[in-house]
Every structure is written in structure tokens, then in C-alpha cells.
């Protein structure tokens, strides 16, 4: 190959063009002068029409006293945008979805100094929000946590207005007065982005316990190794439960339930009938049926199912169906009162559920979980349709929109 001194020069330019054009130099930057840096506009990924995301940008308005702008760093794709995404259950589109999300503050209203826990807020830190009580603003983490959270709204599920930047599926929010708002500076990316389905799971362990019947030395069955079973079972494994079977029909997914924290797993389709199916678990177990079950599908069959599991005077929580999947049968008289279950519903979760997570986060990491392997895929902004594909597609575990230069 002939190269002159010209070419070189020009490979030289070309090379160093790349370096400094290219993305991770931004970062630093916006946090060494964070107000100097923010643009007059913002990107979000409008949900235009059914599975159609399009890149709009608006201007980025004036900041309330009690308002925040927050520079997106990643938001989680949950089950919920992928209804939305496919069937506009909640008729919001045009929509910026989006409401695992996390970033940087970067400007503040003058009353904005301290989170809903209390926590000191400046520029620079970490957040995520959770619920917005627009007509109670007299509503604590203290009350939450005795009723549930019908009512509330939540970023990412708002209709659109004349702000729009409503949603994390953006590169800056607008986090309105009145909002809940947590400083979790001290966590890491993937850990905040995986602080919304966690909290699903520390509020279900939460009502599991009011039934007295979850002990350090109890036999849980988890029943679905999606992502919210997955992180059930570290759950119970940060709380110091050891006993754990795993309940799934794919290997890769109980292979994964191995790793992080169940003792032994049990793949459904390698059985014919409720009967050998029970007969499985209870071997699992050391020939025992377990002291609690949680059930973490959206299937009715696996809640029928999973009566079968558990011994006389256990327990159960049902959690999988966060929407209507349709009804169950069981048999009233064998599967509940002959065996004297106890029996609660888990939905969602409350505010102090949010704080609890932060730490639950911390200890599954330093225990050493591979909670982080959740987030299996990780798409920029603009390419947001791909994430909900994948999300649909069922492939992976957990998928992320991560700003670019952060992916
Ligand atoms: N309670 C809440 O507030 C709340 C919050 C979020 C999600 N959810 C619900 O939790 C459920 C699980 O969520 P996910 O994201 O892990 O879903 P997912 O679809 O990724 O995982 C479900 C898992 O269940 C397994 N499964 C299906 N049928 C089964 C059966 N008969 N026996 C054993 N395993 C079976 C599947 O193989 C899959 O791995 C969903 O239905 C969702 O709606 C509830
Ligand atoms: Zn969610």
C-alpha cells in the first residue's frame, strides 16, 4: 500500500476528529458546569401512533421555584410501555413514555432543597421519581404505606401537554413541584434504573410478612423467573432466606434463578400434571412442600398450580398480574380452607417501599448477586422502537434506554 504524507495528515485529522466528536467527552462536561451546558431544547421519543416512537424536539420552558430539570440518563422498558407501545390500554397517545427512569439534576427551582425522604438536593445528583399525588399533597410515607397507590400518577404515563417533557424516554425531564423525587447519588446506573421493579418485589416481601408465616429457616418456591421473580428471589436471599426453589420452563432463565440465590429449580414443562409437578418441588425441597410461595407469572394455570406447592398452613402471595390475565380456577375446599392458606395480593408498591429498595439495591450487591445482569439490553434514544421490539420479542431480560455515550 502507497501512503504519501498527505494521507497521513489526513488519517491524523480524521482520527482526532473522532476522539474529540466522540460521545464520552460530553459527560464530564455537563457535570463541571451543569447549568452552562443545558441546550434550549430537548429530545423525547414521542409515541406518535401505535408501535411508533418518533424523535421530537421541543424547547425546555422556564423552571417553576419548585420545578427540576433532570438530564436523562436511562430509563427501564417495563411490561407496562409495552401495552401502551402495542395497544394504548390507558389512550394516551401521543405519549413520552418512561417511568424508570433516572439522571442528573442540572437546574433547580430556589424552593427545591430537599427530597420527599428528606435528603439534601443540588445540582448534580442522581434521581429518580416515583409517584405524583396532584390532589393530596398531604400524603407522607407514613400514610402510604397503609393504603394503596390507585390514584397516583406517574412520569412517563402522562398524557401529553404543552411542556412535554413528561416522560424518560427523553433527554431531559421536567419534574414538576409537588412530585416525589429521590436523591440515590449513591447508586450506580444500572442499579437505578432497576429501582422501579424492585420496589415491586420489596413490597410484596413487605405483604408476605404480614402473614407471619415467611422465616429466615422457610421454604419459599418462587414460581416464574422473569425479572420480577428473578429479583424476588434476591430479595429473599438479602433478607437471609436460603431455601429457595425456583419454578420455570425456560433453562437459561433458571440457570439465572441459580445464580442469584435459589437453592435448587424446577422446570415445568419436564412434567406431566399438577401431581408429578408437585411431586417435583416437594423433591426439590428434600421431600417437603414449601412454607411459602410466591407467584411471579401472569399465567391463571400457574396460580391454580401453585396451591399444590405449598403444605397445610402455608402461605402465599400472588403478584403476577399487574393487569387482568383473566380468571383462575381453584378448588375452594381443597387448595385453601382444608390446608388453611393465607393468602395476599401485591400490587405495586408504596413510598417507603421506594426508600427500602435503595438499600435492598446495596446489600444484593455487596452479597454479590449479579443483580446488574438483569439489564440485558441497552438501546439509545433514537432507537427506542427497537427496545420495545425486543421488549415484545421477549428476548433478554431487562431493556434499557441508556443515553449514548453512557451505553
Ligand atoms: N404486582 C405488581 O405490582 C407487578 C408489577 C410488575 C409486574 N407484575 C407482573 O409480574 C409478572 C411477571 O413479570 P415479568 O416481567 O417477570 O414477566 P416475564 O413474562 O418476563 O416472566 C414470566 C415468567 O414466568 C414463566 N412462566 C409462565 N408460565 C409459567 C408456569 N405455568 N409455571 C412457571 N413459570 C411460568 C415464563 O417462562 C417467564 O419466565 C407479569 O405478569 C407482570 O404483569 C406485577
Ligand atoms: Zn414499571
Excluded at 401505535?50 to 427540576?68: C, R, S, T
Excluded at 442522581?126 to 400524603?139: A, E, L, S
Excluded at 416522560?167 to 444500572?190: A, H, K, Q
Amino acid at each position: 500500500m502507497n501512503i504519501n504524507e498527505n494521507d497521513v495528515a489526513k488519517l491524523v485529522q480524521q482520527v482526532l476528529q473522532e476522539m474529540t466528536s466522540g460521545a464520552p467527552a460530553s459527560a464530564p462536561k455537563a457535570q463541571a458546569a451543569p447549568n452552562g451546558d443545558i441546550p434550549k431544547t430537548a429530545k423525547v421519543a414521542m409515541m406518535t401512533e401505535l408501535k411508533h416512537f418518533e424523535i421530537q424536539e421541543y424547547p425546555i420552558p422556564e423552571l417553576g421555584d419548585d420545578d427540576i430539570l433532570v438530564r436523562v440518563e436511562g430509563c427501564g422498558v417495563c411490561g407496562t410501555d409495552a401495552h401502551e407501545y402495542k395497544n394504548d390500554p390507558f389512550s394516551l397517545i401521543p405519549v413520552v413514555l418512561g417511568h424508570e427512569g433516572t439522571g442528573e439534576i442540572v437546574k433547580m427551582g430556589k424552593n427545591v432543597k430537599k427530597d420527599s425522604a428528606g435528603k439534601p438536593l443540588n445540582i448534580g445528583d442522581k434521581v429518580v421519581t416515583c409517584m405524583i399525588f396532584k390532589d393530596d399533597p398531604d400524603i407522607t410515607m407514613f400514610d402510604l404505606n397503609k393504603q394503596n397507590v390507585g390514584g397516583a400518577d406517574v412520569y412517563g404515563l402522562l398524557p401529553d401537554d404543552n411542556v412535554h417533557l413528561n416522560g424518560w424516554y427523553s433527554d431531559y425531564i421536567l419534574i414538576r413541584g409537588g412530585s416525589t423525587v429521590f436523591n440515590v447519588s449513591d447508586l450506580d446506573l444500572d442499579s437505578r434504573i432497576l429501582i422501579e421493579p424492585c420496589a415491586v418485589l420489596v413490597h410484596a416481601v413487605e405483604r408476605a410478612k404480614t402473614t407471619n408465616i415467611l422465616r429466615f429457616n422457610s421454604r419459599v418456591v418462587v414460581q416464574g423467573c422473569g425479572p420480577i421473580g428473578l429479583i424476588c428471589i434476591a430479595v429473599l436471599r438479602t433478607m437471609g432466606i436460603e431455601n429457595i426453589v425456583a419454578v420455570d420452563g425456560n433453562e437459561q432463565r433458571l440457570a439465572f434463578a441459580k445464580r442469584m440465590g435459589a437453592g435448587e429449580t424446577v422446570n415445568f414443562m419436564n412434567y406431566k400434571g399438577i401431581d408429578n409437578l408437585a411431586n417435583a418441588v416437594k423433591d426439590a425441597f428434600g421431600g417437603h412442600l414449601a412454607d411459602f410461595a410466591f407467584q411471579c407469572t401472569g399465567s391463571p394455570v400457574a396460580h391454580s398450580n401453585i396451591y399444590k406447592f405449598i403444605r397445610n398452613g402455608g402461605g402465599l402471595c400472588e403478584l403476577g398480574f399487574f393487569i387482568n390475565g383473566g380468571d383462575a380456577t381453584i378448588n375452594p375446599h381443597f387448595d385453601l380452607c382444608s390446608k388453611e392458606i393465607t393468602l395476599v395480593g401485591s400490587w405495586v408498591y408504596t413510598l417507603r417501599d421506594y426508600a427500602t429498595t435503595f438499600d435492598f439495591l446495596k446489600r444484593a450487591i455487596a452479597i454479590g448477586l449479579p443483580i446488574k445482569e438483569l439489564i440485558t439490553h441497552r438501546f439509545p434514544l433514537e432507537e427506542m422502537n427497537e427496545a420495545l421490539e425486543t421488549n415484545l420479542a421477549q428476548k433478554g431480560l431487562k431493556i434499557a434506554y441508556v443515553r449514548k455515550d453512557l451505553i
